[in-house]
């Protein structure tokens, strides 16, 4: 059995834990087990057909009130019993902010290595091997995991999420609270902008580079993704470093790592540590005012130009297709 | 308050990397190595703890010797103390077992130590596993990506960054605690500090006398390969009025690449 753990936000299943069983449903066929997945939280039940239409067999359910909230600790600990218990071939989770959080405690309590961030998984004469960039992905690492049960977690928007007319089992687990211990707790999310993508999850990624000029042009690359349906704005490491926007926007070996289907690059001139974050994008645009910037030899298309003139000229072109 | 801040060494980011297809590894001839950046912020956060609560700070890296050089930049930066735990199996990706040797050796050198700091991640490995795993190990409470640290006498606030928004989160000391770009802005090391750098004796530690046993030291992941990413092939690159361009640029992203 291949567990995935299914994360859950403003009551709501991540599609990057969807992506991840998908992917778990597609290797353990090919090594002739189950995918299940494993729901945490209060009140969760309903969540559980969705889980059954990507690919899982069974469902634990874990619903207790001491769980409605994510802690690293109580999560970890209510996944190890789990784990212990079910004895999985794997258990996988999305590598987002809480899957690389809460992965690596679970790992370290069960005594076994972990797999992180990895872009491919297959099947070598029946074991799993793992395969994830490093350097951001200046390199390649292909590796296996010696110890058991193997714990990974997958890169959001690599995997394909795959809908299956599939029909499981809901299990019930208890969940045991440990007694009390000094812990890590979430009193507040602050920040929270309400429909703003972050870039590891966007399926378009608009970057701006120096060539913006200044904080307040942001507001075009803004505009701009106002118009694309799941977009995000990205930014380039010396943009961040001048102040020109929050550092949570930056991509590149300092920042985030992405791979959407589209990036869309203006004044980025392409500086090595940039390149690696953002070169496994599907489809990767550049707009430059210099023809020899290194990002046009990574990119499908490339617009020698001012992208003062061409960002409103594309809005333009963009409005046309909307309304065809 | 007694600081340990845990630092490896990684090449530049502005580095090529090449890998070995013979040794299965990076190739570090010609690279040129710093402190991982993400620990730069952590070790800048520990030195403004001391500053305004008081405190000892010991800058703490495992590795081989060549590590002794990021140490010694720590010092230079305002470590007060920095120890080399020595090791000599090269990168082995395996987070536990570096997260065993490091728990180990603040069990028997460092119990009293009330906060750890390391960086979200080491720029390279890429593996962001070692301060959760730690944490665990040690039975402490952990907060990763943090980007604001407020502490106390025995507790503190973090504010942790996640997808679009920022979780802030209480916990008691000892605590395990990773920095994000963002908490901080890192030192220069001083003229004055190099030169007591220099002089300052840096400890090294074999790894066979932190009371870890030998079990624990075999790595448990083993790496099939290492290889380059695919390279891209440099597409189409079009000039001219921004109408003209910007149409071109709109009918590739709808007809031929079908993104938009």
Redesign the interface.
């Known amino acids: 059995m291949i567990l995935t753990y299914v994360e859950i936000r403003d009551n709501k299943i991540k599609k990057s834990s969807l992506e991840v069983l998908s992917e778990a449903k597609r290797r353990a066929a090919e090594l002739d087990e189950n995918a299940a997945a494993v729901l945490l939280g209060q009140a969760v039940e309903a969540l559980a057909p969705d889980l059954f239409g990507c690919g899982a067999s069974r469902v634990f359910l874990m619903d207790h009130p001491a769980l409605a909230q994510y802690s ?2 109580d999560y ?1 600990v209510a996944l190890a019993a789990l784990a212990r218990k079910v004895n999985p071939r794997a258990i996988f989770f999305p590598a ?3 899957g ?3 992965a ?2 679970l ?3 069960l ?7 990895c872009t491919k998984v297959s099947v070598k004469d029946g074991r799993l ?1 793992f395969t ?16 058991s049960p193997q714990v990974a977690t997958l890169r959001p928007n690599v995997f394909p999420l795959e809908k299956a007319a599939g029909q499981g089992e809901i299990v019930r687990e208890e969940y045991d609270p440990p007694a009390e ?13 309400a429909g ?3 870039v ?2 966007a399926d ?1 990624v608009i970057s701006g580079g120096r060539g913006m000029k200044g904080p307040e042009n942001f507001g075009l690359l803004k505009e701009l993704a106002a118009l ?1 349906p799941r977009s995000a704005v990205g930014a380039s490491r010396s943009a ?1 470093d001048s102040g020109w926007i ?3 926007h ?1 991509v ?4 985030k ?1 992405v791979s959407p ?2 990036y869309l690059a203006f004044g980025i001139s392409g ?3 940039h390149l690696a974050g953002m ?2 994008s ?4 550049a707009v430059n005012k210099d ?1 020899d910037a290194p990002i ?11 992208l003062f ?2 960002i ?3 809005q ?3 409005g ?2 909307r309304s065809e | 308050m007694d600081i340990l801040v845990f630092v490896k060494r990684v090449p530049d980011t502005e580095s090529k990397i090449k890998v070995s297809h013979e040794t299965n590894a990076v190739v570090e001839e010609g690279l040129n190595f710093i402190i991982s950046p993400y620990d730069e912020y952590a070790l800048e956060e520990a030195l403004r703890i001391r500053e305004s609560k008081g405190g000892k700070v010991t800058a703490v890296s495992v590795g081989q010797e060549a590590a002794l050089t990021i140490l010694r930049k720590c010092l230079a930066m305002g470590a007060d103390e920095a120890v080399l735990i020595r090791d000599q199996l090269a990168e082995t990706y395996d987070g536990l077992r570096t997260a065993r040797i490091v728990a180990s050796f603040v069990k028997k050198k460092f119990p009293q130590a009330k906060l750890l700091l390391f960086g979200k991640q080491s720029v390279g490995a890429d593996n962001a596993q070692v301060p959760s795993m730690v944490a665990e190990l040690l039975d402490l409470p952990q907060v990763n990506v943090v980007v604001k640290l407020e502490l106390e006498e025995d507790r503190g606030v973090a504010y942790r960054e996640i997808e679009g928004a920022q979780e802030k989160l209480a916990f008691p000391l000892p605590a395990v605690i990773s920095a994000q770009k963002g908490l901080n802005e890192p030192r220069y090391e001083t003229l004055k500090g190099i030169m007591a750098a220099k002089r300052k004796e840096i400890p090294i530690i074999p790894i066979e006398d932190i009371g870890i046993v030998a079990e624990d030291l075999a790595p448990r992941v083993a790496v099939v390969r290492l290889e380059m990413p695919p390279a891209r092939q440099a597409g189409r690159v079009t000039s001219g009025p921004p109408e003209e361009t910007a149409r071109q640029l709109a009918e590739f992203l709808h007809r031929e690449a079908k993104v938009i």
């Open positions: 690293t600790q970890a987002t902010s809480l690389r959080d809460l690596p405690r790992a370290a309590r005594g076994v290595a972990l797999a992180s961030d091997e994830r960039p490093i350097f951001a992905g200046k390199a390649i690492l292909s590796l296996t995991l010696s110890s211990q000094p812990r890590a707790q979430i009193i507040e999310v602050v920040g929270e902008r703003e993508l972050d590891t999850e378009v694309i961040v929050g550092h949570q930056q590149g070996q300092t920042g790592t289907n589209l500086a090595i540590q070169s496994s599907k489809v990767i645009v023809p046009f030899k990574v990119a499908d298309f490339g617009v020698v130009g001012d003139q061409v409103p000229a594309l333009e072109e963009l046309k297709l």
